[in-house]
Each structure stands twice: as C-alpha cells, then as structure tokens.
C-alpha cells in the first residue's frame, strides 16, 4: 500500500506541488481499492493486484495529461455531498460554497421557500440548499441537456428532489414561476483572460460554463437580474457568484437595475465572490 502511494507521488513530482501530490495519491488508492481512509492504515501491507496497479498507472496518465483528478474518479465532495462531475459540467469549487453558506445563514432554512438556481451545471448548488432547506421548492436551469442529465443523477443518488428544466436564460423567458430566491454562478470570465487559464480548467472544463464575451463580461448577470426583476416574489433575493474583478461593476448593474441592498462579499481568499441584493417588486 505505501509502496504504491509512494510510486504514485515520486511519478507526480514536478506536475503538481507536493501538498497535491500527497492528496491525489490518497485519492486514487482508495478509489482504486475501494478503502477509506481509516481502512488504508488499517491495511498497510495490502498488496494490489495487477489490474488495481494499471488502475493506478492510468490515472497517473491522466494526471500527467492535466486531467482534473474529479474528472478521472468522475466524483467530488461539495458541500458535505457526494456528486458525480464530468466534462458536461465545471468541478464544484470550494468558493460556491460559500456562497451556498450565505444563503442558508441568511435565510429560515423551515421556510417553505421557492428557490431558482439559474445555470445549475452538476446541481451542486441547488443540491446543497435542498438539503438543508428541506421544505423549499428548488428548481433549476441550465442550457445543457448534458449537464441537467448530471445533475438528475446527483440529485437522485443524494436522495434529494429538485425540479431541473432546460433553458438559456439568454433567450425571453415569459410567463414563468415566480421565486424567494434567485442564485446563479454564470460564466464569467473574459475571453482574453484564456492566457492566464491553467491547462487542467482550460482544455477541460466546459467553456461555455466559464468564458464570455470581452466586450460584454456581465452579460449573464444582466439578463439574470432582468428575469429576477419579473420573476422574484416582492422582497425576493437574488444572490451570484462573480469574477474577483467585478466586486464594483456588477454591484452598480444592480442598483441600476432597481435592486435595493445590494451586498459585496469577499470569499476566503480575501477576494470579491458574491453579492446579494433584494428587489422590492410591489
């Protein structure tokens, strides 16, 4: 067992920093033996069979390539849930979140709440608050039929109910639901910013779900806010998840917009993520 460990973190080295490499060796042993990591120490001396060990090599192959280590085991944790990810849908990010934290902290998770996640992807985000919002109606959108075929999985292996629909928010959506909430986590980096994008986001992970436009970087956000402003309950919030550098514009779009309290929240890292504001609508 810590032979293979071993092997696996002396071929990684000069890929990935150190700390990482140790991370990813854990991982792959115990998807690769199906052990947790209690079992691992407990089985120390466990010997892999042939087809475990080419198991190993091949995520080695992938890692080497800059395959998303979520991505070779096709699982991820999000928020205490376990979700399946593939390349129809970005790797939930520890950033997401938190701003799933701000709306549970910022909301009666007993309230029978109507909540919209817009641009679901995995699911994770509407995933999340229908596990704690246990008496809400969570529905949510995506543009990708791939990604919603995801997301129906992540929500039936989590045992979880939510309400996905196909649809580009891009397009004039009329004579829909209203909601209590509105959250989105749209694409929203800039085409030119491609350059400094690492290999293992960039040849990847869904484009569509991460680049917009030079020219127009908050067109999502603009066209959310418009929806919300016809379709939140009077009072309703409206919670996103924005580019570090657009803390200032996205919050003016708001108050442009009409939205009332609007709200900068730094995340962990100590940058610009989210913002929250509230439409008045009576």
Not at 143 to 171: P, W
Not at 238 to 257: M, W
């Amino acid at each position: 067992m810590q032979n293979t460990i071993k092997y696996i973190q002396s071929e990684l080295l000069g890929y990935y920093p150190e700390n990482e490499i140790k991370s990813f060796g854990y991982l792959l042993v115990e998807k690769v033996t199906g052990f947790s990591r209690t079992q691992l120490i407990i089985n120390s001396n466990y010997v892999f069979t042939e087809t475990q060990f080419k198991a190993v090599e091949a995520y080695i192959g992938g890692l080497k390539n800059f395959v998303p280590i979520q991505y070779l085991l096709g699982e991820t944790e999000f928020y205490g849930l376990q979700f399946c990810v593939n390349k129809a849908v970005l790797i939930p990010r520890p950033e997401t979140e938190e701003l799933v934290d701000w709306i549970v902290n910022d909301n009666n998770i007993k309230t029978e709440l109507r909540i919209l996640d817009i641009g679901t992807g995995s699911g994770c985000i509407a995933i999340a608050l229908k596990s704690v919002f246990a008496n809400a109606n969570v529905d949510a959108f995506d543009i990708s039929v791939e990604a919603l075929q995801t997301a129906n999985i992540n929500a039936k292996n989590n045992g979880l109910d939510v309400n996905f629909v196909e649809l580009n928010i891009l397009d004039s959506n009329e004579n829909l639901e209203k909601w209590d909430i509105i959250v989105s986590n749209p694409p929203y980096i800039p085409e030119l910013e491609k350059a400094d994008i690492l290999p293992n986001v960039l040849n990847y992970e869904p484009h569509i779900a991460l680049f917009v436009p030079d020219n127009d970087p908050l067109i999502f956000y603009r066209h959310i806010a418009d929806f919300a402003k016809k379709h939140l309950f009077p009072n309703g919030k409206l919670y996103f998840e924005i580019h570090r550098d657009a803390g200032e514009t996205t919050s003016n779009l708001l108050l442009d917009l009409g939205f009332t309290d609007v709200e900068l929240r730094k995340d962990i890292s100590g940058n610009n993520r989210m913002v929250k504001a509230r439409y008045v609508n009576v």
